[in-house]
């Protein structure tokens, strides 16, 4: 689980390793590209050149849905 800020929620958002729709790596760390339950998309600078396994294998994984 990882937090974003959502600006259609206008808050916080928990969201699970489920809505990770793509990992990215750049010069500055990994971008983690997600989904918020209500639709809108974004990206989180993690800042740092791991990421946790699950991400990664579920960045690999595409769900249908
Ligand atoms: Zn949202």
Redesign the pocket.
Known sequence: MFSVH????GCE?LLSERRIRGLVATPAGMRLDWE?????RGSLLTGRSTVPATAAMVGQHRPAV
Do not use: K
Request: hydrophobic fraction near 20%; aromatic fraction near 10%.
């Open positions: 959502c600006p259609d929620h958002v918020c339950w209500c639709g809108h």
